[in-house]
């Protein structure tokens, strides 16, 4: 059921996933999470991104909007002119977690097909994915962060984050053996 904190984005680019296994929330944490970062293209429309991060502020702060620690929805100029991969001038990044460990985000194909082939999702391919934003108070800061429900893979992409897309057997010639028992004991 979506509330008005939940987010279907249009198509961002997926970098940095850990969907089909957990890993730590951060360096050197024993919290343990399933997490991806989603790269927002420069002419996307931000809005219902603002729109779920207001709602969830009103609700966890009564209405009142405190001043956040940091913007869940960041710029990634900083990032590009770094030059870490896949980040691009003038486009927006978010990273979203799940909640615990024990409950994976739903990963499915463009015919809503649960995607058992880890390979298919990479960094660099585009997806869509169903986020909740959600309020949170810790040591005097404030803030707002994702919750990653599913992900829908939508096209493949250049990989980038260090992923690679699927090899071909394309790049292999066909062999051609006389017989096999004359090749069985050069394979020796």
């Known amino acids: 059921m979506m509330t008005p904190t939940d987010i279907v984005t249009a198509d961002v680019r997926l970098i940095y996933p850990s ?3 957990a890993t730590p929330k951060f360096m050197g ?9 989603f ?11 603002q729109s779920a991060i207001d709602a969830a502020l009103a609700a966890k702060f009564s209405g009142k909007v405190p001043k ?3 913007h869940p929805v960041r710029s990634a100029d900083e990032k590009a002119a770094d030059g870490k991969g896949g980040f691009e001038m003038g486009w927006h990044y978010i990273a979203a977690k799940s909640f615990d460990a024990k409950t994976p985000p739903l990963v499915v194909d463009q015919r809503r097909n649960e995607i058992i082939d880890t390979s298919m999702v990479y960094g660099g391919c585009w997806v869509r994915a169903h986020i909740r934003a959600y309020a949170w108070a810790f040591s005097g800061k404030k803030g707002v962060s994702f919750d990653l429900k599913a992900v829908q893979l939508v096209r493949d992409g250049d990989p980038i984050g260090g992923a690679s897309s699927r090899a071909s057997a394309d790049v ?9 028992s004359d090749h069985s004991d050069s394979l020796l």
């Open 68 to 70: 956040l620690a940091d």
């Open 19 to 21: 969907l089909f296994e």
């Open 39 to 49: 790269l927002i293209p420069e002419d996307a429309d931000l809005s219902p991104y």
């Open 172 to 180: 292999f010639g066909n062999l051609d053996f006389e017989s096999e």
């Open 29 to 37: 944490s024993d919290d343990m999470r399933y997490q991806a970062t």
